[in-house]
């Protein structure tokens, strides 16, 4: 199966900017979609963005729109989040997922997704 791991958290100040990786590894070649989600304290863990693999199509919710871009490097086998202007309200344990599922683009994401990396934390200070 696929094994993700996820990278590049830490701490930075509001408006600064973060690049999140998700390596996979293990039978990459049968991935339709990948994605990321996020979980703050207390709250419940929210789907972020899309990437369906084979068209490279991405889909963004609401909240990260023009802010955050979801990417893919095929040859390395990595997903990345780019996140800019980053907000106190975004810090959240982030988590890169996958699946196989033939449904999974954009928004049906959030239900599909059912391989997970161990996530890495975010955390914007004001």
């Known amino acids: 199966q696929v094994q993700l791991m996820e990278s590049g958290g830490g701490s930075v100040q509001a408006g600064g900017s973060l690049r999140l990786s998700c390596a996979a590894s293990g039978s990459t070649y049968s991935i339709r979609c990948m994605g990321w989600f996020r979980q703050a304290p207390g709250k419940e863990r929210e789907w972020v963005a899309t990437?369906?693999?084979?068209?490279?199509?991405?889909v963004y919710a609401g909240s990260v729109k023009g802010r955050f871009t979801i990417s893919q490097d095929n040859a390395k086998n990595t997903l990345y989040l780019q996140m800019n202007s980053l907000k106190p309200e975004n810090t959240a344990m982030y988590y890169c997922a996958a699946t196989s599922r033939p449904v999974c683009g954009g928004t049906y994401f959030a239900a599909a997704a059912n391989v997970w990396g161990q996530g890495t934390q975010v955390t914007v200070s004001s």
């Open positions: 990437i369906v693999t084979a068209g490279i199509s991405t």
